[in-house]
């Protein structure tokens, strides 16, 4: 790999640590591209994207705490990552701490709106609350903008399951099926 090449002629080179890291994660060596993330980011401090990765890597570890640690410097770094502050809120949402998981899933919002899996993520905080009615208006908003989303219709067909909705709920699942969503047509066989 010409990654470990520009490592060998320069330790301090962060980005080939960075990118050597993204290609072990890829490959399923987590521990690896820990190793190589921590790396970059001790050759270059001021490094958001690798820090929000190694974030990445500690969730599918299972260090949230770790994760929402790296989460939030990547942000202190870069006030705009929208990106760390999704992340970051699916962090605290594992942890169950469903209020922060919130107040950072709006945060990626506000900065870019149009973010379909920070929305995605804000409506399932409100089905873990068992707030069904909010989770659903959450998912109508998002369809008033994105009409043609079939991973939103998908969600709101099984909140809509939830509610006991089941009309409703095959209605939503016939419309991601339409749109491509391959998962509905495994939902829409409770509705013969």
Known sequence: ??????????DAHALAYHDRAGIKRNL?????????YKAAVNYKVDFPMAYNNMGLVKIILGDFKGAISDFSQAISQDPDYFLAYNNRGYAYYQ???????????RAALEIN???????LNDASVFVRKDDLEYSIRLLDEILMKHPDEGKVYLNRGLVKEMKGEKIGACAD????SELGE???????????
């Open 173 to 176: 699942w016939e419309k991601a």
């Open 182 to 192: 391959a998962q509905a047509s495994e939902y829409l066989n409770e509705c013969k």
């Open 113 to 119: 709106p149009d973010f379909m899996e920070a929305a």
């Open 1 to 10: 790999i010409s990654f470990n090449k520009a490592i060998s002629i320069d």
């Open 95 to 105: 942890m169950n701490e469903l209020d922060t998981a919130h107040t950072d899933f």
């Open 28 to 36: 399923g060596d987590h521990n690896g591209a820990l190793y190589d």
